[in-house]
């Protein structure tokens, strides 16, 4: 089991910079591919972003390529997603999930296997 607690989300203007993270407890963290969804009202889940297990793998969604970066920390169980020139149609809530081990990235929210309980991101316009 991995449980996962995202936070770092909270109310900026349009072209502002917010970082969230995800804390990772149980199973260790450095085995697991990571991906980051989020889900704006009335919408389905949609992908951001995703990390290879070993980190060394990215890839980003169109809509936020070149404004968004996810990155992880090992040595603190930490998924990270800087997100820069925030637009109003980045608000929604911000979900970070766990892939089985050893496993590549992935766009899909129904290859993953843990998810957290979200974090509320609003750009203002």
């Known amino acids: 089991q991995v449980q996962l607690v995202e936070s770092g989300g909270g109310l900026v203007q349009a072209g502002g910079s917010l970082r969230l993270s995800c804390a990772a407890s149980g199973r260790p963290f450095r085995s697991y591919a990571m991906g980051w969804f989020r889900q704006a009202p009335g919408k389905e889940r949609e992908f951001v972003a995703t990390i290879s297990w070993s980190g060394g793998s990215t890839y980003y969604a169109d809509s936020v390529k070149g404004r968004f970066t996810c990155s992880r920390d090992d040595a603190k169980n930490t998924l990270y997603l800087q997100m820069n020139s925030l637009k109003p149609e980045d608000t929604a809530v911000y979900y970070c999930?766990?892939?089985?081990?050893?496993?590549?990235?992935?766009?899909?929210?129904?290859?993953?296997?843990?998810w957290g309980q979200g974090t509320q991101v609003t750009v203002s316009s």
């Open positions: 999930a766990a892939r089985r081990p050893y496993s590549s990235g992935s766009a899909y929210p129904n290859e993953y296997d843990y």
